[in-house]
């Protein structure tokens, strides 16, 4: 079974600077997906940006971006100009390519608080 | 597109009765929904995965006769808590995928409280 790790259960960054979220994820597979969803207090699960594990180009959304470590299964979110609205809880996930709708994996969370 | 309600977003229920919680993918065929359980602070658990038209498929430690999922069509899943007890409050949030694609679009959730 795949498991995904945050090791950091809080965050914090002054507005307009850079923070990197850590996940670190353990699988047999060999393709995959990996996810960074944010929830802020709102509790709506948002979708930050995704990874396929086959493709070794970095993903980037805006100010955000992942470094994809395939071989050491690290997959850390870095944003950047960090803003207020930026403050949740950052969930990274782990979805099997096998099956047309596999289940996806959560890890434990990172509380991001951004100040001014 | 790809919108995901829930009815109600909270409920108020007493020790030993019934709550069904609604779970609507409004614009477009949610070939397979997923039920998860959220704790306070702590993060999302994958309950069951139900496909339209077939029994859903329960976690391990998941109590199927407590927690009745139904997905009786494309657009449309309930999850039943029965015989709800406090230790049954929680968040549940509800996801619907297309089966073609990567992504699960998730509903708002439904804040559940049993006195």
């Known amino acids: 079974a795949q498991t995904v790790t945050q090791s950091q259960p809080e965050m914090s960054v002054q507005e307009a600077e850079t923070v990197t979220l850590s996940c670190t994820y353990d699988?047999?597979?060999?393709?995959?997906?990996l996810f960074w969803y944010k929830q802020p207090p709102s509790r709506q699960m948002i979708l930050v940006i995704r990874?396929?594990?086959?493709?070794?180009q970095n993903a980037t959304e805006n100010r955000f971006s992942v470094n994809f470590q395939k071989a050491a299964k690290s997959f850390s979110l870095k944003i950047s100009d960090s803003q207020l609205g930026d403050a949740a809880m950052y969930f990274c996930?782990?979805?099997?390519?096998?099956?047309?709708?596999?289940?996806?994996?959560f890890g434990t969370g990172t509380r991001l608080q951004v100040t001014l | 597109g790809a919108v995901v309600s829930q009815h109600p977003s909270w409920v108020i229920c007493k020790s030993g009765t019934s709550v069904k919680i609604e779970c609507r993918s409004l614009?477009?065929?949610?070939?397979?929904m997923f039920w998860y359980r959220q704790f306070p602070k702590q993060s999302l658990m994958l309950m069951a995965t139900?496909?339209?038209?077939?029994?859903?498929?329960?976690e391990q430690g998941v109590e199927k006769d407590k927690f009745l999922i139904n997905h009786a069509s494309l657009t449309l899943s309930t999850l039943t808590v029965t015989s709800a007890h406090p230790e049954d409050s929680s968040f549940y949030i509800c996801?619907?995928?297309?089966?073609?694609?990567?992504?699960?679009?998730f509903g708002p959730g439904t804040r559940l409280t049993v006195t």
């Open positions: 996930a782990y979805r099997s390519k096998t099956g047309t709708a596999s289940k996806l994996t």
């Open positions: 139900s496909n339209e038209g077939s029994k859903a498929t329960y």
């Open positions: 996801s619907a995928s297309t089966g073609s694609r990567y992504e699960q679009y």
């Open positions: 699988t047999s597979e060999s393709d995959y997906y």
């Open positions: 990874q396929e594990a086959y493709k070794q």
């Open positions: 614009d477009f065929q949610a070939t397979t």
